[in-house]
């Protein structure tokens, strides 16, 4: 199949081209910067530098590609996030969500393309819900205000995406080689200068997603003739940041985070950094075991992260 791969340098991108090739697929990756890095390297896809907010290049680089199936990973999220700055800093994702995939949809379209894959996010669930969200849920109806136009940009993005026929794969909080949980990323750096704490009790619940997994999920969506509209691709261990941040840091050989109240920690980073740190509702991965017979290879961030920052498999208990 011929696959265009929009975003393929992004955390997602850069472990999904080189899978789709491995399973026999032709894939065209459009980046809006083509691949300064090399994180395609070793990979036979065409790079095409396609500014994803260009709707004149982008039908260009789709026509020209004429695929068979779409995958949209377009985003422009920086390394390193200020909480207090969240509007600004995601202004461009945003739009590249909402007019980038007007954009690339209308494109596909009159390039007959009939299956198309969007990255979503599973951690937008409305968090006055109990347990796991599963994908009926409902998206938070009330967020921060600095949230509110990531969420619209959302659910637009899902909206065009469900029109055009295709599926919303909604990943958890991504790591992986490029991510801010990566060695050499902003949050390990954050842990490491003792930077981020445990807010309040700690109680905001997350669903991770490893780039592998969210790859693999990707080609089995591709693979299949009917798929769900929507599904959570995050892995079996939802886990409060009390849990998941102490032993991140221990990985990383930095301190023990401090523990500061909710009240200080809006003063620091705004609602929104305190929402994140306090509220985030864990996903369920149910349909996607089901509907896509998939399996996350990391079953728990706990063996991620430990991979990731260790290169080592944790002992068995």
């Known amino acids: 199949m011929r696959v265009l791969v929009a975003g393929a340098t992004g955390v997602v991108g850069r472990a999904v081209v080189p899978l789709l090739e491995a399973v026999g697929h032709e894939v065209t990756a459009l980046s ?9 390297r070793g990979t036979t896809a065409r790079v095409v530098a396609v ?5 004149a290049s982008m039908r260009a680089a789709v026509l020209g590609a004429a695929p068979e199936a779409v995958v949209h990973l377009m985003t422009a999220i920086p390394a390193a996030i200020r909480p207090r700055r969240m509007a600004r800093e995601f202004a461009v994702t945003n739009r590249l969500r909402s007019e980038g995939t007007r954009h690339l949809l209308d494109a596909a379209e009159e390039a007959g393309v009939r299956r198309v894959v969007a990255e979503g996010l599973a951690y937008a669930y409305d968090p006055t819900g109990t347990g796991p969200a599963g994908e009926d849920e409902p998206f938070w109806a009330d967020p921060p205000r600095p949230f509110r136009p990531a969420l619209a940009a959302l659910e637009e993005l899902e909206q065009r995406t469900r029109a055009a026929g295709g599926t919303v794969l909604r990943f958890g909080h991504l790591y992986g ?3 801010v949980y990566a060695p050499e990323g902003s949050t390990a750096a954050a842990v490491r200068a003792g930077r981020m704490p445990v807010v309040g009790s700690g109680g905001s ?7 592998d997994d969210a790859a693999s999920a990707i080609v089995a969506t591709l693979d299949r003739p009917t798929v769900p509209a929507v599904l959570n691709v995050v892995d079996d261990d939802p886990a409060p940041v009390r849990e998941w941040l102490p032993e991140l840091a221990r990985l990383l ?16 980073v705004g609602s929104w950094g305190r929402t994140f740190m306090t ?8 349909r996607a075991r089901l509907h896509l017979d998939w399996r996350p290879r990391y079953g728990s961030w706990r063996d991620g992260f430990a991979v990731e920052i260790t290169g080592r498999r944790p002992s068995a208990a």
């Open 32 to 40: 809006r910067t083509g691949d300064p890095r090399g994180v395609l």
């Open 279 to 286: 509220r985030l509702r864990g996903a369920d991965n149910a």
């Open 205 to 211: 619940v997350f669903s991770f997603t490893h780039a």
């Open 177 to 179: 080689p490029g991510s």
């Open 51 to 55: 500014d994803g907010l260009d709707q």
């Open 253 to 268: 050989g930095a301190p023990a985070p401090k523990v500061v109240p909710a009240a200080v920690a809006t003063v620091a």
